[in-house]
């Protein structure tokens, strides 16, 4: 099956799924909608989505974070958009925010609350990852098990933990 096909399947395990049961949105007003910079990385093939349903609020261009695969050095594409999008379309990143997969120093894959999201979301900083909706993390788990069946997705989210860890140093737990 094409890439995007997997990510359009896996986009639907958060249609409904969300990271408490309330509506955090109203906790906040969507601050995670309204950065100024608004960027949110692709996961490596994901872009094809955007390319196949051409969104009109979406922009992707490629960033300067890259990882290698197979002896090529590939640029992560990032999505732009003005706070605004279809639900059903988003991408990946904003459906699992404020979590964030990442591979531990021994190897291991595991879902953490990504330490990006420390200075706008009121969840991530109130929560521990065992307060959050069970059901949500463990869509999570599920999407990240069939995508790291994938080598370059492998390798891909190694790079990205090791940009995880510059967060992490800036808030420690
Ligand atoms: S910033 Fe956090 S609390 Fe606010 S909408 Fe986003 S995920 Fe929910
Ligand atoms: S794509 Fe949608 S969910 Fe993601 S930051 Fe933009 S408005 Fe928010």
Request: glycine fraction near 6%; aromatic fraction near 14%; charged fraction near 30%.
């Amino acid at each position: 099956m094409n890439v995007e096909y997997i990510y359009l399947q896996l986009y639907r395990l958060f249609d409904k799924s969300t990271p408490i049961k309330a509506d955090c949105g109203k906790l906040c007003k969507k601050r995670c909608c309204k950065g100024d910079d608004g960027g949110m990385y692709l996961f490596p093939g994901e872009e094809k989505v955007f390319k196949l349903l051409k969104p009109n609020w979406a922009k992707t261009e490629k960033s300067d974070f890259y990882y290698e695969f197979g002896g090529k050095r590939k640029n992560v594409p990032i999505l732009f958009c003005d706070g605004i999008c279809d639900r059903y379309q988003r991408p990946l990143a904003c459906r699992i925010f404020p979590l964030t997969p990442y591979i531990n120093k021994d190897g291991k894959a595991e879902i953490i609350i990504d330490p990006r999201a420390k200075s706008m979301c009121p969840l991530s900083n109130t929560l521990d990852i065992a307060d959050f909706d069970g059901g949500f993390v463990k869509n999570i788990k599920k999407a990240f098990a069939v995508l790291m069946r994938s080598k370059e997705i492998t390798e891909y989210l190694k790079a990205y933990s090791e940009y995880i860890d510059e967060y992490k140093k800036f808030f420690k737990e």
